[in-house]
């Protein structure tokens, strides 16, 4: 079967084109010149430009025996809940399909001749081959047939059921994920990708394919050949020493994390440390630990002393004293290691002259006012272990757009935003600091009312905020934002009494607002519009509770599915402009952000039928990176939107906030 690279529907290996959206299945566009190519191209006939999907093949001798001696993972059983599960791994998934549209057996990878130039994956054309070990070797290749489905994947469409089974043990019992794939008979060497990649990408590459023949496993892996050293960047003058502690920091929880799968050893080849365009610490492959035995810390810490040294940069201070101290095994592990890295960071913050503070309990804060205990902060998913640097706004982008949808005859969405920010730059660093309002409202009411309410709604708020938001460095207080809410709720309350509505006839419409001061967020809404957070770590997160019946219901404590068998579930609790202002109340909360972060308002033509919590990593992940264009990757998602929904106006505005390490508040 061929998957379309646009709405990915399977198709008969002889089309052409999509049999559901008519995609091309043979052609593309090249990404330089624009020329159309085809798919079983390496390179642009036109400007030469490598045109294909390019992959990183690592390459195990000696099949199994070789495999099963570099990746040596701990066995434990795979368990439900009630009992012990033996998932049985069919013996025909160790043989490749005779499939003729995709028949990897026939592939021959030797180190005079590592790829067929028939077969499927290809060897990239004046690229040579490397030793990543004694054991293993290393190809760049190109997949000469790219809509066809891997041997992974259709390793597992075979063992559908015993995957189901495993997901509903896994939450009872979440180590039994490494016998699971064991038992499936996925290659060995391929396994720790797969236990680390869903919480730890994009920090390890992501798993595209692996297979085993008779004398050899292949693995193949994102190409991360061309990414940037962390090495190179260590010495690199520019970066502030703050970035060097957050990637010390990120190797301390890294370790943990490779512990389980026996990868530690992937910290400690420098080659093996890069990083992506967004300053993350990533790795370029997994290696396994030595058949003697992981690592201990002393070895991670001799690496950091290394990175400075050849760096050119003098360790001295607290980090030197921290850095010794790994290095000479007295930190007994890696939580040990991140709480003395957390000490190290509340130092750097704590006032150090008599001036600053007048007695201990008040050293660095601030006095506390009654706006201040309004303004509750929180972090975005507060179970996670608590961020050990301080961080700051690199950067703050947004993008909005509107679209009537498919069966409306008008659009009564309407949206706003505003951004400001400033840079200050001098021999010591620069500085950025961002404020943006940003607003989405969805419309109601007959003979067009729905399209002023949305609007009126907008431009008042805008105006309200540039006279009652002037401190520069605070968000305003819960008080002003409401306040703000009530006096739009108010103007449109007060025109549809002078226009004599009442009941349906009169014009009203959500709300959902988006307050930013550099990493702090504020977020207010009524209604069932929505804010969405984004994140590597953590997905997608919805961010407000819809104002329904069905939603209020739940809040009550009845079970979801009878809230929402009731016929009036979706009927709005709240809205703007129907009723005065003793019937609105806003829903306002404050937010510490402590990662890069999306943040997407849309109304509820963009988020009905979970379309974003299912297909948010095709469309949402992607426009973290400070290289996406946001405009482009709305126009993408509202055109999806528009084929999985499209009964409703669909309107998406998104705000990219990037962070790194709060250089101010460290040294």
């Known amino acids: 079967m061929l998957v379309c690279p646009e709405c990915q529907f399977e198709n008969p290996v002889a089309h052409k084109f999509c049999q559901r959206c008519g995609t091309s299945l043979i052609e593309k566009e090249c990404h330089a010149c624009g020329a159309t190519v085809s798919f079983q191209e390496e390179n642009c006939p036109e400007c030469g430009a490598f045109v294909a999907s390019g992959w990183l093949a690592l390459i195990f001798p000696d099949g199994d025996r070789t495999a099963e001696k570099t990746t040596q993972l701990p066995v434990k059983p795979a368990v439900k809940p009630g009992g012990t599960t033996q998932i049985a791994a069919d013996p025909e998934t160790h043989a490749q399909s005779s499939d003729s549209e995709d028949d990897l057996e026939q592939i021959t990878l030797t180190q005079a001749e590592p790829l067929d130039s028939d077969e499927r994956y290809q060897r990239r054309s004046g690229l040579p081959v490397s030793e990543a070990n004694e054991a293993i070797s290393q190809l760049r290749v190109w997949d000469g047939r790219p809509l066809q489905k891997t041997y992974l994947e259709r390793l597992l469409e075979g063992q559908k059921s015993n995957i189901e089974e495993f997901e509903e043990a896994e939450a009872a019992y979440p180590d039994s994920n490494i016998q699971f794939w064991q038992q499936l008979g996925v290659s060995p060497p391929a396994i720790p990708y797969l236990v680390l990649q869903e919480s730890l990408y994009p920090v390890i590459p992501n798993l595209q394919d692996t297979w085993m023949l008779e004398d050899k496993t292949v693995v193949l892996l994102e190409d991360r050949s061309d990414w940037e050293s962390l090495p190179e960047l260590w010495g690199n003058s520019e970066t502030h020493l703050s970035q060097l502690l957050f990637w010390l920091n990120e190797m301390a929880k890294l370790w943990e994390e490779l512990a389980i799968v026996q990868c530690c050893q992937s910290l400690l080849e420098e080659d093996n440390l890069r990083v992506d365009e967004d300053l993350t610490l990533c790795l370029r492959q997994l290696y396994p630990d030595r058949p003697e035995g992981s690592p201990d810390l002393a070895e991670l810490g001799n690496i950091w002393k290394r990175l400075f040294s050849k760096s050119g940069r003098t360790l001295y201070g607290s980090i030197s004293e921290l850095i010794s101290a790994v290095c000479n095994g ?6 040990e290691l991140q709480s003395r890295l ?10 150090t002259s008599p001036e600053e503070s007048d007695t ?14 309004k303004m509750v902060y929180r972090g975005m998913a507060d179970d996670m272990p608590t961020v050990v640097l301080p961080m700051q706004l690199l950067s703050l982008t947004d993008g909005g757009l509107t679209d009537i949808g498919r069966q409306r005859d008008h659009n009564e969405d309407h949206f706003g935003l505003e951004t400001h920010v400033t840079k200050q730059e001098n021999a010591l660093g620069k500085t950025v600091r961002g404020r943006g309002i940003y607003i989405v409202c969805d419309g109601m009411g007959g003979h067009a009312a729905g399209e002023v309410a949305s609007a009126m ?3 008042t708020l805008q105006h309200y905020f540039k006279i009652n938001w002037s401190d520069p460095d605070r968000l305003p207080d819960e008080g002003t934002i409401v306040e703000g809410i009530l006096t739009t709720n108010e103007k449109i309350y007060n025109v549809n009494l002078q226009n004599s509505r009442s009941g349906s006839g009169r014009m009203g419409t959500t709300l959902v607002m988006l307050l930013v001061q550099d990493t702090n967020i504020a977020i207010a809404h009524v209604g069932d519009s929505r804010i969405y957070g984004v994140t590597r770590k953590r997905g997608i997160e919805q961010l407000t509770l819809d104002h329904e019946v069905g939603q209020r219901e739940i809040l009550r404590g009845v079970d979801r599915e009878d809230a929402y068998a009731r016929p009036d579930a979706y009927q709005l609790t709240q809205a703007l ?11 306002v909360q404050y937010l510490e952000l402590n990662e ?17 919590e299912q297909h948010y990593e095709k469309y949402l992940t992607p426009l973290i990176s400070s290289k996406a264009n946001l405009d482009q990757g709305l126009i993408e998602l509202i055109d999806f939107a528009n084929e999985y929904n499209g009964h409703d106006n669909i309107t998406g505005l998104i705000v990219r906030i990037k962070m790194r390490p709060n250089a101010d508040r460290l040294f």
Do not use: H, M, W, Y
């Open 330 to 335: 007295e930190c007994a592990s890696s939580e």
């Open 577 to 587: 402009g129907p009723r005065d202002n003793e019937f609105v109340k806003p829903d």
């Open 342 to 351: 957390q000490n190290l960071a509340r130092q750097q913050e704590s006032p």
């Open 596 to 612: 890069d972060t999306l943040l997407l308002l849309c109304s509820d033509g963009l988020s009905d039928g979970e379309l974003l």
């Open 360 to 373: 201990p309990e008040t050293a660095g804060e601030e006095p506390i006012s009654e706006d201040t205990e």
């Open 457 to 459: 709604a907008v431009e």
